[in-house]
């Protein structure tokens, strides 16, 4: 029952192709180029409605940390895979009138669910960060008021201070996306209108 | 037999007083929202109910004041004298000096509110009663 050792570097062999299948299996679409985006403090976010008696725009004017976004090319496609995670206190809205700012949170419940979570999954292509200004989309899950929901995201990327880059994105969103109801008062007279304008600005520093 | 038959008068003068207020009180606010938006920015505020669950007992008001008022009137009309106008204007007067002064004034000392809303309160609820008033006393004299 000894072995050769012909037959031991076989199963070595075997084990690293083995390992090697499940490797590629779980991370298949990576390409080696990888580049990490570090989102900056002042990143910010802006939401702007309306009622049927004025509009509102609340602001998140910080985002106050940093966090993580891995950019990775998919093998033959054109996008890109971008991941990572960015979460925003409720509590940090303000729409510039104390009573307003208190609606708006007690409509997004932060009592119970005090995080808006913003995921990214991919870009349409590997951004230019050499251009002024270019234009691409994106696929994001928006998680709000325990509701997960994912949108198409159209950003612009722009060249910003000291070497970082500006990423822009805009959205069209509805608070009955997330199954909340837009608030009402005297019994329907004030309501709000359902759709909401979402815009955020991240300041990233790429590092490669 | 009395007691029904005062039961009946105060019921359908309280009905018919509700109808008009409903289309009156509701009619008018509804006016007041589109004309004037900016009274009525205030109300953008978490103290007031937002999510629709309440909206029936909102629009029943006009019928519960009115039931109220129309008791008020029959236990009370004796007191107000001359033609329907002025005992409508008296018992308005009586109804919001008695009962909306001092909710106004806990309310708005207990409350996220604003002055402004205090007195349209107070202005709108004395112009219901006035209106229930005319109507009691040409209805139920």
Redesign the interface.
Known sequence: MIKTVSEMSLKKVNLYFLFAMLMSAGMPAFAQSAKTWIVNGNSNLRVNGSTNINKFSCVIPSYGHTDTLILAGVKNSMAVSLSGDIDLQIKSFDCHNSLMTRDLRKTLRDDQFPLLHIRFISLSKMPDVTAQESELTGLVDIGLAGVQKRFTIAYRLQKGAGGNIRLLGSQQIRFSDFNLIPPRKLGGMIRTNDTLYVDFCLDITQVE | MHLADTMKKVIIAGLMAGCILFVLS?GG??LA?QFF??L???????L?????SR?LL??LHAFIISFALSWFWDRFKSLFKGPSLIRGIEFGLVYSIIALVPVMWISFSAL?ITVAMVVSWLIYGLLQATVAGVVFARINP
């Open positions: 509701y606010l509804f929202i938006p900016k009525f920015l205030a109300y953008n505020n978490p007031f109910n937002s999510d629709g909206d909102f629009y996220d």
